[in-house]
């Protein structure tokens, strides 16, 4: 009796919180217009606060690294692990003065130096090996490891460091009995750096009647990420597949009193992304592009153009949580993630910005400050932890959600 008792009092603990959370509605996905007059100078100073954490790109890097991508002809609804770049193109990434920096394998080749000469203020540095070449690295690995024996289980995630011109390969018992077992069987590439680090936690609450859907098997609250449009026209929002599965619908309360729409697509431990589409289909509520905590919300949206950045840049996340922006920057654009050892999560971001439970979901952008655009980067899908302690976001890629659920942004 006692247990029940303490454990009511940390359910109403924990729902004031999140309720307080929900009040500010500024730019909650789901804006009711007629909410914008109740804001008090004081609310709107704490805005205003937070407006100054929002971290972005700086003009010359953003340049430099579209024109890189223009000569390489790629484009950002694309993987980028897929893509085949110049045999003298190494990686590249930002460095902590706001300059791109771009790797080469041969800076003497005739290709490099045409190259080279295209841009003004990038740095070059020499490497050993190419892109392509730690690529196919890489595809070995996923690979090898979908066979499902024994020595893949320890695997956590692993992907290419394009600063240091290597492979990184974090297991969950880093030893020496680990990496012989990988080189025996997956790689004996020379250049991979071993790690260890704990399995994804994925941010969403599990108590009770908390929820704002039914998930795979469990009730869960989420973050809402970036509005979206299915094949049938149909207008809503993703978020983070663990956190409700179709047809399941979704509330705005934690009494489950206001229905306001139903997932209609989920997937999650599929071995490529974990989204979900959900649809919004009750009256008063519309979907909009407005961002929580903006200063100027009809003017600092969320652009539909999608993007993925480049290493090192901060990004930006709103979580329902933790109820205002998270900055941080982008550790690696390109990682994969063995999850619950069956399957692959592809071409995911690892940033350095802070979520808690209750995220996951939440929408990843990243802002050009120099044009004051936000593009669509991805949602937050949760957290790994290194041996060191450092924790990294982890962060599902927009052009991929939108293509295996069939979304356009809008």
Excluded at 46 to 73: C, H, P
Excluded at 150 to 174: A, L, P, T
Excluded at 193 to 205: A, K, N, P, R, V
């Amino acid at each position: 009796m006692k247990k029940n008792y303490l454990f009511y009092i940390w359910v109403t603990i924990i729902t004031m919180s999140l309720i307080a959370c929900v009040n500010d509605d500024l730019n909650d996905p789901l804006q009711n217009a007629e909410h914008e007059s109740d804001k008090t100078d004081t609310e709107t100073l704490s805005k205003q606060t937070v407006q100054s954490n929002e971290q972005g790109m700086t003009k010359d890097s953003y340049q430099d690294y579209e024109k890189m991508l223009r000569i390489f002809k790629l484009s950002h609804d694309k993987s980028f692990e897929t893509n085949t770049y110049p045999d003298y193109y190494g990686g590249s990434y930002v460095n902590d003065y706001g300059k791109l920096v771009i790797m080469m394998k041969d800076m003497e080749s005739q290709a490099a130096k045409t190259f080279m000469n295209e841009f003004a203020t990038v740095e070059f540095k020499n490497c050993l090996y190419s892109h392509n070449e730690l690529q196919n690295v890489v595809d070995t690995i996923k690979h090898r490891i979908k066979c499902g024996a024994e020595h893949c289980k320890n695997i956590i995630m692993f992907g290419i460091e394009e600063g240091d011109n290597s492979i990184s390969v974090y297991f969950r018992h880093n030893d020496k009995q680990a990496i012989q077992d990988f080189k025996k069987n997956i790689s004996s590439f020379p250049n991979i750096i071993f790690g260890q680090c704990s399995d994804i936690d994925e941010h969403y609450l599990i108590c009770g009647d908390m929820f704002t859907g039914l998930g795979w098997g469990s009730y869960g609250i989420g973050s809402f990420g970036y509005r979206a449009v299915d094949g049938n026209g149909n207008e809503g929002y993703v978020t983070a597949g663990h956190c409700i599965s179709s047809p399941n619908i979704v509330y705005t309360d934690l009494t489950f009193t206001t229905p306001i729409g139903y997932c209609s697509s989920s997937e999650y431990n599929n071995g490529y992304i974990d989204a979900a589409f959900c649809v919004i289909d009750a009256t008063g509520y519309q979907p909009t592009n407005k961002i929580r905590y903006m200063t100027n919300p009809s003017v600092d949206t969320l652009h539909t153009d999608l993007y993925q950045p480049p290493n090192n840049v901060y990004v930006n996340m709103i979580g329902y949580a933790s109820g205002h922006r998270n900055a941080g920057h982008v550790q690696n654009n390109s990682y994969n993630v063995y999850y619950n050892g069956s399957c692959i999560l592809t071409d995911v971001i690892l940033a350095d910005y802070a979520t808690i439970s209750g995220d996951s979901g939440g929408l990843v952008y990243m802002l050009v400050s120099s044009i004051n655009k936000r593009y669509t980067v991805g949602i937050n899908k949760g957290s790994v932890t290194l041996a060191n302690g450092t924790t990294y976001a982890v962060c599902i890629k927009a052009y991929l959600i939108n293509s295996r659920l069939g979304l356009t942004r809008y």
